[in-house]
């Protein structure tokens, strides 16, 4: 008899699934039936949850900010400024499986809010994660003109953009290489204000 899940264990599920439709059939494909069936739950389970199909489409996406979100606060934060700034970066580049579903994900969901208004706030939502953490990365090596943080999110958006399109096997140190260019490399200790106090080892960070 198969095991019964918990809520926590059933949104990971659900969530999961609701990536894999939208990387293989697009956000227009997401549906509680579409995304039961990828789950392997039944329907009515699923609507428990998610009773509507925007209600699914809006948690697919607010996870991704979520994974956004707890892998910098995990970061750690007895480094020095610019590594600080750099690995948070880094977790929004899609450098391996984990970032490139969410990269797909938000690349979809783009793509679909240009024909569908009802998405624009997700895709705001989604888009805001990602510009709060280039100004945090930005304010932790000095630059707090608003126009170094546009140029940083662009800079990002693009490299994201290339990486997600091209071949998985090619090799991507040219992305880190342009970011590394970017960055100012004569910040001092870490200002507590640019990140959380929450972290890991300095070991840890991800190159």
């Not at 998610?50 to 934060?77: H, M, Y």
């Not at 910040?187 to 300095?202: D, H, K, V």
Request: charged share 25%; hydrophobic share 50%.
């Amino acid at each position: 008899m198969p095991r019964t899940m918990d809520q926590d264990e059933r949104d990971r599920a659900v969530v999961a699934a609701a990536w894999r439709v939208i990387e293989t059939e697009g956000v227009a494909a997401l549906s509680v039936r579409r995304v039961a069936a990828e789950a392997g739950i039944a329907p009515s389970s699923l609507r428990y949850l998610f009773p509507t199909q925007a209600s699914v489409r809006a948690r697919a996406i607010t996870a991704a900010g979520e994974r956004i979100r707890a892998r910098i606060e995990a970061l750690p934060t007895d480094v020095h400024a610019h590594e600080w700034a750099r690995a948070a970066l880094l977790e929004l580049l899609p450098l391996d499986d984990e970032r490139r579903t969410e990269m797909s994900v938000t690349i979809a969901l783009g793509v679909a809010a240009k024909a569908d208004p009802a998405l624009q706030p997700l895709r705001r939502t989604l888009d805001g994660e990602v510009r709060a953490v280039c100004a945090r990365a930005a304010i932790a090596v000095g630059l707090t003109d608003p126009r170094d943080i546009d140029a940083l999110h662009a800079l990002i958006d693009g490299l994201a953009l290339h990486l997600i399109v091209q071949d998985p096997a090619e090799e991507s140190a040219w992305a880190t290489a342009a970011l590394d260019h970017w960055l100012p490399e004569n910040a001092g200790p870490l200002r507590r204000a640019a990140c959380s106090t929450a972290g890991r080892s300095a070991s840890a960070v991800r190159r």
